[in-house]
């Protein structure tokens, strides 16, 4: 594909003022532009600046939610309440604060968009990438500081948005492949990603607001095959030298961008959205399998079954009593607690993997319990499960909130073992991570 005979450029071809103003020397970018080894030439007719400005300025609107809403996530998640994040992360602690638990479907919306709109630009992210790839095999490979700069800061950005995407897209599948933890990785990553976006967002709106005005949308959809041609060249990098004719038109390879996102966007908002639509999320696992399947009271989503949960059931059996620890200690079976004033509310269980269900349940408010425990107001509580390590903590908003509940049943039915039989905590808006299921003890502390 190389061509020996090409000629070496003589001058700078226009990229910008910048990477001219700090240049190497000429003779020495020169003559390693000589030592051009046999890379890929890229012929495609619908390569450039305009089609990556779009795509670009796509991308600059998604991208933001997807970085906030995955951050306010992990501050709603906090496993320990002290912070988001375990260990000491230093300047990427994120904020403190009480998650709030009113609206109540505001983590599922929260979580809906982090997970849904991080995969519905999944098609725009690989199509962006396609429309730059000549920049990645450009000779020579730097001619500048700041061009080195740029290109180090674009391998971040490359690197981690993948990144991101493998173990987010893993992660929904639970497929914990990768030897690490993804609740720590996806957050170093995310961090290396905002570091990498916002350089690259300064250094690239002026160019991408220009390029995506060179050419009228209007007039390229009204194109068909026959009539695409190349973008004129503007020494970008991005514009085939030599274009081949081209095998899609412009709105084509359009279309097929924004086709890819509403059929990502279409299998799965059903798994945000739940009930009647589940059953369009037919590639995440979590969208369509339900407790029963018999259509009872108990028939949605399960995200570990009592099964896996490795519980005896003789530990859930009529031996079992809820330990509440305040100012002493209590225990309660499941006949007290019953007999205890219950409490009806329809609450979200929306999990960090994007699938959400809404549900009926009925129980025993938390702040009762506290009240009971001889702690009214509670600064935190920490909720023990009777599976091995399954443990969350609670803020006080969430202990006191009047919907915060200790579930006995749903749709009015007891829970069944894998809904957290014979108790499981459901709080409006809490990540349902934390809504642990079969529950042992719950300590209410006052400072
Ligand atoms: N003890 C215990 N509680 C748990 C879990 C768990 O693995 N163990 N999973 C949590 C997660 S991640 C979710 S999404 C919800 C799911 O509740 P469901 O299975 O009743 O739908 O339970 C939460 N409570
Ligand atoms: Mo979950």
Redesign the pocket.
């Known amino acids: 594909m190389t061509r020996p005979s090409d000629p070496v450029p003589d001058a700078v071809p226009a990229q910008d003022d910048v990477v001219q103003e700090y240049g190497f020397p000429a003779p020495l970018w020169r003559a390693v532009a000589r030592l051009r080894p046999p890379l890929p030439r890229w012929r495609s007719p619908l390569r450039g600046p305009w089609l990556t400005s779009v795509l670009g300025l796509v991308l600059l609107a998604g991208l933001p939610v997807v970085i906030v809403t995955g951050l306010l996530s992990y501050v709603a998640y906090g496993p320990q309440l002290g912070g988001a994040i375990p260990g000491d992360v230093g300047l990427l602690r994120l904020p403190v604060f009480d998650w709030p638990t009113r609206p109540s479907w505001l983590y599922r919306l929260n979580q809906g968009l982090h997970v849904g709109l991080g995969l519905v630009v999944v098609p725009v992210v690989l199509a962006k990438l396609w429309s730059v790839i000549p920049k990645l095999f450009a000779w020579p490979p730097v001619r500048s500081i700041a061009q080195l700069l740029e290109r180090v800061t674009l391998l971040l950005l490359v690197g981690s948005i993948l990144f991101e995407i493998a173990t987010g897209v893993l992660n929904i599948q639970y497929d914990y492949a990768f030897g690490f933890s993804f609740y720590a990785a996806h957050y170093a990553g995310a961090w290396v990603f905002v570091g990498a976006f916002v350089a690259h967002v300064a250094i690239m709106l002026p160019r991408a607001l220009r390029g995506a005005r060179s050419r009228s949308l209007r007039e390229d959809l009204r194109t068909p095959l026959a009539g695409t041609t190349p973008e004129p060249d503007d020494g970008s990098g991005l514009v085939a030298e030599e274009p081949s004719a081209p095998t899609i038109s412009r709105r084509g390879a359009l279309a097929l961008v924004g086709g890819g996102m509403v059929l990502v966007g279409v299998l799965t908002l059903g798994q945000t959205l739940g009930d009647a639509v589940r059953g369009t999320a037919f590639l995440l696992p979590r969208g369509r399998t339900t407790a029963g399947a018999d259509g009872g009271p108990n028939d949605f989503p399960v995200?570990k079954t009592f099964a896996a949960s490795r519980i005896a059931p003789a530990d859930v059996g009529t031996s079992w009593r809820l330990e509440l620890t305040g100012d002493g200690t209590r225990a309660l079976d499941l006949a007290a607690l019953s007999a205890l004033p219950q409490h009806t509310a329809r609450l979200p269980i929306a999990?960090?993997?994007g699938w959400s269900t809404v549900q009926t349940w009925t129980g025993v408010r938390l702040r009762d319990l506290a009240a009971l425990a001889g702690v009214p107001e509670p600064a935190s509580a920490l909720v023990r499960s009777v599976e091995e390590g399954a443990q969350s903590a609670l803020h006080p908003g969430q202990v006191l909130d009047p919907d915060s509940l200790l579930a006995l049943r749903v749709n009015g039915a007891d829970l069944s073992p894998d809904h957290g039989f014979p108790a499981r905590v459901i709080v409006p808006a809490l990540?349902?991570?934390k809504c642990t299921k079969w529950v042992r003890t719950i300590e209410f502390r006052s400072a």
């Open positions: 995200n999990c960090v993997e990540p349902a991570v």
